[in-house]
């Protein structure tokens, strides 16, 4: 049985309550909301990586290699770096340079209004950027699809080029971009690629990275003895070492906090944690949206 939480008042077991009423108290009454962002929350809110969106900007790949999905896609060993640059260079107009501001990000954003918050998330699109978020409480612990890295890791730095990017989507043909345009490392001469991590080789982590990563750690730690709402939305279990399991943990260790997660399927939950844990389960993007509307009209 799940009991009431003593520190929390929200009802949240109550079916009277709808899942965007317990939301909204539940950010209310807390002291700090610490948010965990995952590939679902991007999904639910349009940016999906299956169907009309992925086969529109990709129909030439998708013949050639029968990918399933864009995220295989963008994790394929391509036949030679002007094939990569050529799928790369699309993926990273759709999903970080030319990426729209995504409702349920918007909408979020007015959830959280005037709140101690912060978020990490997994995901390296530009959706917090282009829903216009204070970015300095947002930790992109997994890289952005608009930045480079050598892929000899040789030193701990990122490059942009927006307009490089942009030159190679237009002067590509047959799923190549021209040689000339394949940029390369300036320091060991390595070709540059799309900065991410893998499990082999880790990630270029430079110092906008490690600025992101001090400022959500001091955030965790100042509020670590308050009423925590840890809030997780669209987490799968594919890295669960960057969120599900931190704030399963900080939630076992502080007494007060409560852990949320949005999510359509359900997650195993450690038994430490089960009475002090609240399962929404319906569409993340139609919660938000009910959640902001109440939440503009001061409800
Ligand atoms: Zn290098």
């Given at each position: 049985m799940?009991?009431?939480?003593?520190?929390?008042?929200?009802?949240?077991?109550?079916?009277?309550?709808?899942?965007?009423?317990?939301?909204?108290?539940?950010?209310?009454?807390?002291?700090?909301?610490?948010?965990?962002?995952?590939?679902?929350?991007?999904?639910?809110?349009?940016?999906?990586?299956?169907?009309?969106?992925f086969?529109?900007?990709?129909?030439?790949?998708?013949?050639?290699?029968?990918?399933?999905?864009?995220?295989?896609?963008?994790l394929?060993?391509?036949?030679?770096?002007?094939?990569?640059?050529?799928?790369?260079?699309?993926?990273?107009?759709?999903?970080?340079?030319?990426?729209?501001?995504?409702?349920?990000?918007?909408?979020?954003?007015?959830?959280?209004?005037?709140?101690?918050?912060?978020?990490?998330?997994?995901?390296?699109?530009?959706?917090?950027y282009?829903?216009?978020?204070?970015?300095?409480?947002?930790?992109?612990?997994?890289?952005?699809?608009?930045?480079w890295?050598?892929?000899?890791?040789?030193?701990?730095?990122?490059?942009?080029?927006?307009?490089?990017?942009?030159?190679?989507?237009?002067?590509?043909?047959?799923?190549?971009?021209?040689?000339?345009?394949?940029?390369?490392?300036?320091?060991?001469?390595?070709?540059?690629?799309?900065?991410?991590?893998?499990?082999?080789?880790?990630?270029?982590e430079?110092?906008?990275?490690?600025?992101?990563?001090?400022?959500?750690?001091?955030?965790?730690?100042?509020?670590?003895?308050?009423?925590?709402l840890?809030?997780?939305?669209?987490?799968?279990?594919?890295?669960?070492?960057f969120?599900?399991?931190?704030?399963?943990?900080?939630?076992?260790?502080?007494?007060?906090?409560?852990?949320?997660?949005?999510?359509?399927?359900?997650?195993?939950?450690?038994?430490?944690?089960?009475?002090?844990t609240?399962?929404?389960?319906?569409?993340?993007?139609?919660?938000?949206?009910?959640?902001?509307?109440?939440?503009?009209?001061?409800?």
């Amino acid at each position: 049985m799940q009991q009431r939480n003593e520190f929390w008042q929200t009802p949240v077991h109550e079916s009277s309550l709808s899942q965007a009423d317990v939301l909204n108290r539940l950010i209310d009454e807390a002291e700090a909301v610490v948010v965990g962002i995952g590939a679902g929350m991007s999904a639910a809110t349009g940016f999906t990586y299956v169907g009309k969106r992925f086969t529109d900007a990709f129909p030439d790949f998708i013949e050639k290699y029968r990918f399933f999905d864009m995220l295989q896609a963008s994790l394929f060993e391509f036949e030679d770096w002007q094939e990569y640059w050529a799928f790369q260079s699309r993926f990273s107009l759709l999903n970080y340079f030319d990426q729209p501001a995504g409702l349920a990000y918007v909408d979020m954003k007015e959830m959280l209004k005037d709140k101690n918050y912060h978020v990490i998330t997994t995901n390296a699109d530009n959706a917090f950027y282009a829903a216009e978020y204070d970015m300095d409480k947002v930790f992109r612990i997994q890289g952005e699809y608009g930045l480079w890295q050598c892929t000899e890791h040789c030193h701990q730095q990122t490059y942009q080029n927006e307009d490089l990017i942009r030159e190679m989507v237009e002067k590509q043909s047959d799923m190549k971009v021209p040689a000339d345009l394949v940029p390369y490392c300036p320091e060991c001469g390595a070709p540059l690629e799309v900065n991410k991590r893998t499990e082999e080789k880790g990630m270029v982590e430079d110092g906008h990275f490690h600025e992101q990563k001090e400022r959500y750690e001091q955030f965790l730690d100042e509020n670590k003895d308050k009423k925590v709402l840890y809030l997780e939305i669209g987490v799968g279990h594919t890295t669960p070492q960057f969120i599900k399991h931190p704030f399963w943990k900080m939630t076992e260790e502080n007494e007060q906090a409560l852990f949320v997660t949005m999510n359509q399927k359900q997650y195993f939950i450690p038994h430490a944690i089960r009475p002090r844990t609240v399962q929404l389960d319906e569409d993340i993007a139609e919660v938000f949206h009910e959640a902001a509307k109440s939440n503009a009209h001061g409800g």
